[in-house]
């Protein structure tokens, strides 16, 4: 199980997350690309600390909503939805490549990524976008009891799949995310966490009706979590690094 987290999200003076403390601790980093965070120096920043801890390093696109963080799902045409998530992706990949590295996977943030996960049609447009820009790039949706139907959906894409599950997120009894407004959706006690982290490797997930099953290849955890980092370590014990 491989450990994905947010980052990059800092914006010129303005700091958001702990990218140092937490970069050695994750396997793949989710870079804002100017969309919802980040700007070109903190962009760098991310790739070449990604790069020194051997992270592999994606982009993560979102609605362009500084003010909301992304997480307020925008009324945007799909096709200019496409073309803006395009540029953020482009953004990222002419910097890596000066900075002589490069792009493994791209995750979508926010309100766009529930967007996707509720709507077939924009998460087929979201991976073709994908694909033309870069078909080698893995795609990161999250792991729901639809997994099985997306991988056939988005199979013309010939883009590689990883499906994720949430370290420090709640979820619904319909294999979703709880919405953050609920109290309890973001996990930050890190006994919570750890037995939560227990159960996905087992491959469920409890819900309010129950247990439900799950199966991911990596989880994430939020890079704007306050705990973010004593979380990692508690995650750690449990899943060794590249483990």
């Not at 996707?116 to 078909?135: F, K, Q, Y």
């Not at 919570?192 to 129950?210: D, I, S």
Request: with cysteine; glycine share 10%; charged share 20%.
């Amino acid at each position: 199980m491989l450990i994905n987290c947010d980052m990059g999200e800092s914006y010129g003076p303005w700091e958001k997350g702990a990218d140092d403390a937490v970069m050695p601790l994750i396997d793949w980093a989710n870079i804002a690309c100017g969309g919802h965070a980040g700007d070109p120096d903190t962009m760098a920043r991310t790739l070449s600390l990604a790069a020194e801890h051997d992270v592999q390093a994606g982009a993560h696109p979102g609605y362009p909503d500084r003010r909301n963080f992304g997480r307020l799902r925008l009324d945007w045409p799909p096709d200019s939805l496409v073309r803006e998530i395009q540029a953020q992706i482009g953004a990222l990949q002419a910097i890596a490549a000066a900075l002589g590295t490069h792009l493994h996977h791209v995750k979508p943030h926010g309100a766009l990524y529930l967007a996707m996960m509720n709507d077939d049609r924009l998460l087929t447009l979201l991976a073709e976008g994908v694909a033309a820009v870069d078909p080698s790039l893995t795609f990161v949706l999250q792991a729901t009891p639809d997994r099985e139907r997306h991988a056939a959906m988005l199979g013309h894409t010939r883009l590689p799949l990883a499906f994720e599950a949430f370290a420090d997120r709640a979820y619904a009894s319909d294999g979703r995310l709880q919405p953050r407004s609920i109290p309890g959706a973001v996990l930050s006690d890190h006994d919570a966490v750890a037995r939560h982290v227990a159960n996905l490797l087992g491959g469920f997930v409890e819900t309010p009706e129950g247990p439900l099953p799950v199966r991911a290849e990596t989880l994430c955890v939020h890079g704007d979590n306050p705990s973010a980092r004593e979380v990692l370590r508690r995650i750690r014990e449990l899943v060794p690094r590249g483990g």
